[in-house]
Structure formats: C-alpha cells, structure tokens
C-alpha cells in the first residue's frame, strides 16, 4: 500500500525567504509519479509542481522546487522568495497506476511580512 | 472550459436525510474522483471512476454511493446521512488516471446535523 507523510503540521517564513516542506512517501511501484498541491483559504486545490519517479532530474516552477530523492523516498517542496500569497495548506501527493492518489495530512504554510 | 464544476457549494443535513452531491467535467477526461477532506487527515478517497459507466471503492466508500452514467458526471450520494460524514468533499478528473495531473472542483461542505 502506498503511505505518504507529512511531518510538519504547520511551518513560518519571513517574506522573500526560504522554505522547505518535507514529505515522504512508500510504495511498492516503481513507476509512479508525486505531486505538490496548494489550498489556499478558498480551498481551491492548486498543482504546484509534479515530478516523475523514472526521471533524475527535479522538477521546478519558478519559485518553486523539488528534492526528489527515490532511494530515500523523500520528496520536499523548496519555495524561494516567499511571498504573502504562497501562504496555504500544501499537500504532498503519491499515485502509480493504479489510478489512486493518496494524499498526505497537510503542511499548513504562514508568510510573515 | 470550465473545468470541474460541484453542485452544491454547501448544504445542511438532518441525520437520516439523503442527497446527492453532483460533478461535472467538461474537459473529455476520463477518470473521476470523490474525496473527503477532514482536519488533519488530508484528503481520502471515497470512490473513483475510471470510464463511463464503472466505479469502483477507494478508502473510505462506507455510507457512500455513486454513478457514472455519462462521462462528464460523477455523482455522490448519501442514503443516510450520518454526523460523521460532515466534511468538504471534491471532485477531481484526470486524464490518464493516476500519471497525470488531477484536476479539483471547488468543493462542497457538508454538515450533518
């Protein structure tokens, strides 16, 4: 069964900082994909950013980054130049073919200005 | 394109009372999803969908029934409701089913009195 985890309930960083949400995640597959989604208070899920377990390279979106690290099963979200609006719930999420996502409990994320 | 769209946006129950919570899609894909989001515990998967005319149960499918008559709805019902399903439940499709991204309605609140 695939398990993901998210182990820090709530985080703070100062505006135009940087921030690290961790994740980890199991699974048996090995073709399988994870993603990073945003919930912001109107709670909208937003994708973030996506990364393919069969590629090395990590994944980024402008401000946004990935450490994909497949033998130690770690997937953290880097945001760079923290802004107000980054502030949201962020959800790490783990799928294979199986068509099911299973989702982590949530990194609550505060922008302090 | 509107995306996902959920009917309706918040409801109030009575314990025992039924209703059925409606997703559209307008976006061809194939693969549909009903989630409960719940403090602390992420987002679950009820049931899924991976065509026109097929369902199947994900995590926690008790209490809960769907159908998917036509490729673009998903519909959620609840025969009885129970306190404990007050919850926001989205809607989500997908392409490919589970390697590809998920795509999420707005959600709907429930609360069962």
């Given at each position: 069964?695939?398990?993901?985890?998210?182990?820090?309930?709530?985080?703070?960083?100062?505006?135009?900082?940087?921030?690290?949400?961790?994740?980890?995640?199991?699974?048996?597959?090995?073709?399988?994909?994870?993603?990073?989604?945003?919930?912001?208070?109107?709670?909208?899920?937003?994708?973030?950013?996506?990364?393919?377990?069969?590629?090395?390279?990590?994944?980024?979106?402008?401000?946004?980054?990935?450490?994909?690290?497949?033998?130690?099963?770690?997937?953290?979200?880097?945001?760079?130049?923290?802004?107000?609006?980054?502030?949201?719930?962020?959800?790490?999420?783990?799928?294979?073919?199986?068509?099911?996502?299973?989702?982590?409990?949530?990194?609550?994320?505060?922008?302090?200005? | 394109?509107?995306?996902?769209?959920?009917?309706?946006?918040?409801?109030?129950?009575?314990?025992?009372?039924?209703?059925?919570?409606?997703?559209?899609q307008?976006?061809n894909h194939e693969y549909m999803?009903?989630?409960?989001?719940?403090?602390?515990?992420?987002?679950?998967?009820?049931?899924?969908s991976v065509g026109e005319g097929t369902t199947?149960?994900?995590?926690?499918?008790?209490?809960?029934?769907v159908s998917r008559l036509k490729k673009q709805n998903f519909l959620?019902?609840?025969?009885?409701?129970?306190?404990?399903?007050?919850?926001?439940?989205?809607?989500?499709s997908?392409?490919?089913?589970?390697?590809?991204?998920?795509?999420?309605?707005?959600?709907?609140?429930?609360?069962?009195?």
């Amino acid at each position: 069964a695939q398990t993901v985890t998210q182990s820090q309930p709530e985080m703070s960083v100062q505006e135009a900082e940087t921030v690290t949400l961790s994740c980890t995640y199991d699974t048996s597959e090995s073709d399988y994909y994870l993603f990073w989604y945003k919930q912001p208070p109107s709670r909208q899920m937003i994708l973030v950013i996506r990364q393919e377990a069969y590629k090395q390279q990590n994944a980024t979106e402008n401000r946004f980054s990935v450490n994909f690290q497949k033998a130690a099963k770690s997937f953290s979200l880097k945001i760079s130049d923290s802004q107000l609006g980054d502030a949201a719930m962020y959800f790490c999420a783990c799928t294979s073919g199986t068509y099911k996502y299973i989702f982590g409990t949530g990194t609550r994320l505060k922008v302090l200005a | 394109n509107a995306g996902v769209t959920q009917t309706p946006k918040f409801r109030v129950l009575k314990t025992g009372q039924s209703m059925t919570l409606l997703c559209a899609q307008d976006m061809n894909h194939e693969y549909m999803y009903w989630y409960r989001q719940d403090p602390g515990m992420g987002l679950r998967l009820i049931h899924y969908s991976v065509g026109e005319g097929t369902t199947a149960k994900g995590e926690v499918p008790d209490g809960y029934n769907v159908s998917r008559l036509k490729k673009q709805n998903f519909l959620l019902g609840l025969e009885s409701a129970a306190p404990s399903q007050t919850s926001v439940y989205f809607c989500a499709s997908g392409q490919r089913g589970g390697k590809e991204t998920q795509y999420f309605g707005p959600g709907t609140r429930l609360l069962v009195l």
